[in-house]
């Protein structure tokens, strides 16, 4: 199986008609490429499966609704396109609103509608940057405000940072009325989580089922395990609730969410740390013990800053460019790959004991752009180990050189364990264009009125790149870097516009924050 993507458009595909949006005129990017390749993924696509944007208004869909990206390689360029195509395909109407599916086909273990909230926040951090919010907005109800009438509901099935992402969600389109309208609702998800699985000693328990990562090394059906997963969380969950409460003026809710935040960093760091490994590890109830086995999840708690910025803990990063520790062939293993019960659990069925998840690679990734962005302790990481990781990530989205996203991939050979499952196709578990968007290019959304860009792609890297239409604050923001000053024409270096009125240009790629105008 080879590792490049290949997409070739054959001259009879150049045929195909695709209607060309005409709200939007890129001003930089020519959507050539975009075209041909939503022309590819529609022609390799069985089309039993269509919901809100058919196929054939894919084009027109993406082009009106997601920020445009352009850049010399290959590989991510075509990635980018094909993970806003494969999210539009899990985009439904409903008579409660729009939601998002996780598998494109039912399961057996959905909601209603077929929604799962597994990967609700990795979808609607993907979903924060698309210009019509009623998507995400209308998704986050249906959780919020449908499921919770259910008889049978459905959110807390499974663990996750709802309340962190529907935070970063505003940082991106300010709407603060929607916060207004579901703080109440996020305080009682908050609290019954607490009612559900937390310790006097103020952890969270998890069955490794419900972090939906069963079978893994340190999982568990039957024991409540103090998880470094769903304990960082629920401290991003409660940073989040605090910053809320501060914009809507809850001064009650501010300080309670802040004690919960620091009671919940001082038991991770003090509960759930082994010396002896230098890594986050869960506790196990079962002999009130660490589980002494490196798992992916113990990146987690940098996804949402949790770990003090010293040498001590940013040790544990060592372990993601150790061939020994959870880098693979193809991609960021699970578990690390020197443990003997490695790859020894579900085999073939669901496992989280080494395979590659993107799910994983998505989290693992993001608390990587953390450290390099938000901590002065690095730990040795630098840029070119995230862009190497990303690039990687990027090559695995293939089956048999076509490509194509799915559960979970063998970490040497980059097959598919659920093989061509129909359920498994353009699974909804994970993210891609917030990568690219939010830590390759770096667009930081800010709370105030600036824009903030802090690129990790290394500076000889690419020559060149463009992100273009990002709606922020209702601004429409584009970024380029040209190093020839020939690709687009308009100077060497960096280059940041706002309504296509440039605000920023300099002659390196760099951090730069600068006012909205």
């Given at each position: 199986m080879t590792r490049k993507i290949s997409i070739t458009i054959?001259?009879?595909?150049?045929t195909f008609r695709v209607s060309i949006a005409q709200d939007y005129k890129p001003s930089f990017i020519k959507t050539d490429k975009l075209k041909k390749d939503?022309?590819?993924?529609?022609?390799?696509?069985?089309?039993?499966?269509?919901?809100?944007?058919?196929?054939?208004?894919?084009?027109?869909?993406?082009?009106?609704?997601?920020?445009?990206?352009?850049?010399?390689?290959?590989?991510?360029?075509?990635?980018?396109?094909?993970?806003?195509?494969?999210?539009?395909?899990?985009?439904?109407?409903?008579?409660?609103?729009?939601?998002?599916?996780?598998?494109?086909?039912?399961?057996?273990?959905?909601?209603?509608?077929?929604?799962i909230s597994s990967a609700l926040g990795h979808q609607v951090y993907e979903g924060r940057w698309l210009h019509d919010p009623k998507y995400i907005q209308q998704y986050l109800n249906f959780w919020f405000f449908v499921d919770s009438k259910e008889k049978k509901q459905f959110l807390h099935r499974f663990s996750g940072w709802v309340e962190d992402a529907v935070y970063n969600f505003y940082l991106v389109n300010n709407d603060l009325n929607y916060v207004k309208s579901v703080i109440p609702a996020m305080d009682a998800d908050y609290k019954l989580w607490e009612e559900e699985r937390r310790f006097p000693d103020g952890l969270f328990w998890q069955y490794d089922v419900k972090?939906?990562?069963?079978?893994?090394?340190?999982?568990?059906?039957?024991?409540?395990?103090?998880?470094?997963?769903?304990?960082?969380?629920?401290?991003?969950?409660?940073?989040?609730?605090e910053k809320m409460a501060v914009l809507t003026g809850v001064d009650s809710l501010k300080d309670h969410y802040r004690n919960k935040a620091a009671e919940l960093k001082n038991g991770v760091e003090?509960?759930?740390?082994?010396?002896?490994?230098?890594?986050?590890?869960?506790?196990?109830?079962?002999g009130d013990t660490l589980a002494n086995a490196r798992e992916a999840i113990g990146f987690t708690p940098w996804y949402f800053n949790l770990p003090d910025d010293n040498d001590k803990y940013v040790k544990a990063w060592s372990q993601i460019v150790d061939t020994a520790g959870f880098m693979a062939p193809w991609g960021l293993t699970t578990a690390e790959r020197r443990h003997p019960q490695f790859r020894t659990h579900g085999v073939g069925k669901c496992e989280w004991d080494g395979a590659i998840w993107p799910f994983a690679s998505t989290?693992?990734?993001?608390?990587?752009?953390?450290?390099?962005?938000?901590?002065?302790?690095?730990?040795?990481?630098?840029?070119?180990?995230?862009?190497?990781?990303?690039?990687?990530?990027?090559?695995?989205?293939?089956?048999?050189?076509?490509?194509?996203?799915?559960?979970?991939?063998?970490?040497?050979?980059?097959?598919?364990?659920?093989?061509?499952?129909?359920?498994?196709?353009?699974?909804?578990?994970?993210?891609?264009?917030?990568?690219?968007?939010?830590?390759?290019?770096?667009?930081?959304?800010?709370?105030?009125?600036?824009?903030?860009?802090?690129?990790?792609?290394?500076?000889?890297?690419?020559?060149?790149?463009?992100?273009?239409?990002?709606?922020?604050?209702?601004?429409?923001?584009?970024?380029?870097?040209?190093?020839?000053?020939?690709?687009?024409?308009?100077?060497?270096?960096?280059?940041?516009?706002?309504d296509n009125k440039e605000v920023y240009h300099g002659n390196q790629l760099k951090h730069v924050t600068i006012d909205l105008k």
């Open positions: 054959a001259i009879v595909l150049l939503v022309t590819y993924f529609n022609l390799i696509d069985s089309g039993d499966v269509q919901n809100y944007v058919p196929n054939d208004k894919a084009y027109d869909w993406i082009l009106q609704n997601t920020p445009l990206f352009e850049c010399p390689d290959s590989t991510i360029q075509t990635v980018y396109n094909y993970r806003w195509w494969t999210f539009r395909k899990h985009l439904k109407q409903t008579p409660e609103g729009f939601v998002f599916t996780e598998f494109i086909i039912p399961v057996s273990h959905a909601g209603k509608y077929n929604a972090d939906a990562m069963e079978e893994s090394i340190s999982g568990s059906r039957k024991f409540r395990n103090k998880r470094p997963s769903i304990n960082s969380y629920m401290y991003g969950n409660a940073v989040a609730m003090n509960k759930l740390w082994s010396n002896k490994d230098s890594f986050f590890e869960t506790g196990m109830e079962k989290q693992t990734l993001k608390g990587l752009s953390h450290l390099l962005t938000d901590y002065k302790h690095k730990g040795g990481m630098t840029p070119q180990v995230f862009y190497n990781a990303f690039h990687t990530y990027a090559s695995s989205h293939q089956m048999d050189g076509v490509i194509y996203i799915g559960e979970y991939q063998d970490e040497k050979t980059g097959a598919w364990l659920k093989g061509n499952n129909p359920r498994s196709r353009y699974y909804n578990h994970s993210g891609f264009c917030d990568l690219v968007i939010n830590d390759l290019v770096g667009f930081k959304p800010r709370v105030d009125n600036k824009i903030d860009v802090d690129p990790l792609l290394p500076a000889n890297e690419w020559d060149w790149f463009c992100l273009e239409n990002v709606l922020y604050h209702g601004k429409q923001v584009s970024i380029l870097w040209d190093k020839s000053g020939k690709k687009y024409n308009k100077g060497k270096g960096f280059h940041i516009y706002v």
